[in-house]
């Protein structure tokens, strides 16, 4: 679930201003601040900046928690070529929040002119959010401080009377059972409340709480702000909550590395005997072992003068590749991948690093899918024929650090404390333990309880909230098997059913058998 930012700009100018050219600037894509009537008869310069404040719509994820982490910076000058052009600097940022969703991209541009003034833009995604007249950057006589909700999905949707909802105009503290259907982008619920038998468009979530405990759900939330200095723009940073403290610190990517459009991501199958006695598994010991414990392993490494790599396992189906290149000669910018992708892209004095040293904290953060296909379950626990399949996930998150003593030699030794070197949980990668040689094994097919005990893997239920109870299952059971032997005796006697007659056990309710059989002619 996301969001798209609605666009607002500025008015246009009054015929007879006198504010310069250089100062001229549009805001777009926020919700405005000042409302337009107080805007009346102002320049667009007094305008765009006493409405500096803007707001993103808040995005939602699909996800019970929020991971906020970039997963690409990058801080070029001129250094990098005559792209960018002299005095000017460009910084990016790619920030995820989900790991199922796509980053936001957030650039800002900074031209130095010799007028002791500098020119600005910032773009979202490829839409300006400042920019001049004819989108070229513009002069800035005031702060710009933007701002990108986030907001997890509540735990529980969809299932029956989990929670209560307070009715604020009923007589007294009321609080009825309800379901909670959907989660709406402005922060409100919609739910039914059996009790009416009427679905409720809108609820707060001050309004709810869990049936069980009495606790409000937690549904964490958070705001990126990006602040943009008028006087010094070169110091525009990025944050989270207005805390100040720089999102550069909070590098990271998500792991397995994200697959191609319409592939599927590595899971481990398991199906489960009607009996619930028996489970089979489409991989065997060692990779299910793997998998579960997640363990680090080395794979090899790979250095030159200005180059240097490792790469290694988080599992069986999680392979990386971590890789730091000094690619501009001029300059001090290194440059570090992941898997292929600039992950950071600048210079030590850009990530607020001092004393010559270029380091790097990032993390793993990644979900390993096990899928089990299951006989479904009515709510009593009576067995149904019928499978259904779910998804247990397992999050997992890996601190690593990339450490370089300068910026001119990466590969001295591989053991050296003067060239670059790579941990990962706080270990050198030179004493991670080697990946392990494969070997052809036979798929898993063991007891239930030897799944739980050996791999700490607890076989889950399917449970089928419509499905009929389980008197009327057995009822429909004896009526089938009354109807194969009343068909052989008519059978004999020459006198055959009617075709297209169905003999169907109707549902008990909470209060016993509605009726004892239906007969519907199709």
Known sequence: MGCSGSKATAATAAKH?????????????????????????????????????RRQRTLTADS????????????????????????????????????HSEPIGICVRVQEHKLHYNGVSVECNGSPIFVGESGHKAKMIEDLHYQWPFRASIRGLGEPDLFELRMPYMHGETWVPATITCQREDGFFEATAFQYGLPIPAVALKDIRENSTGAPPVVPECCLHLHVPHQDPLRASLSMDGSGEQITHCFGRPSPPPVAKGQELAKVRFQVSQD???????VGHATLHHFVSGEVRAVKQEFARMRHSWRFQLGPFAEHTVEVVKKYTLGTIITLLVDGEVLVEAAAADLGLKGGEWKVDFKFVGERLLNFEVYKTNKEGFVLPEKGNIEQIQKYTHQCSVVIPNDWE????????????????????????????????????????????????????????AAPSTMAVMTNSVMQQ???????????????????VEIIAAEHGMDGPTSNTNIRRV
């Open 64 to 99: 019970y928690e929020l991971d906020v982490m970039v997963v690409g910076f990058s801080a070029h000058d001129s250094s990098v070529g005559n792209a960018l052009g002299r005095n000017c600097k460009e910084l990016k940022w790619r920030v995820m929040y989900d790991l």
């Open 276 to 282: 619930r006695s028996v489970v089979s598994a489409d």
């Open 410 to 465: 990466f590969s001295t030794g591989i053991c050296r404390a003067d060239t670059a070197q790579f941990f990962i949980d706080g270990n050198a990668f030179g004493e991670l333990p080697v990946v392990l040689p494969q070997h052809e094994e036979p798929n898993l097919k063991l007891d239930v309880r030897a799944l739980l005990h050996l791999y700490n893997i607890a076989t889950p239920y399917v449970v089928d909230q």
């Open 482 to 500: 009354a109807t194969g032997i009343f068909g052989l005796w008519t059978g004999c006697c020459k006198h055959p059913v009617s075709e297209g």
């Open 17 to 53: 201003s006198t504010a310069p050219p250089a100062a001229s600037a549009t805001l777009l894509q926020g919700h405005a601040a000042v409302p337009k009537d107080s805007l009346a008869g102002e320049t667009q310069t007094s305008k765009a900046s006493r409405g500096m404040l």
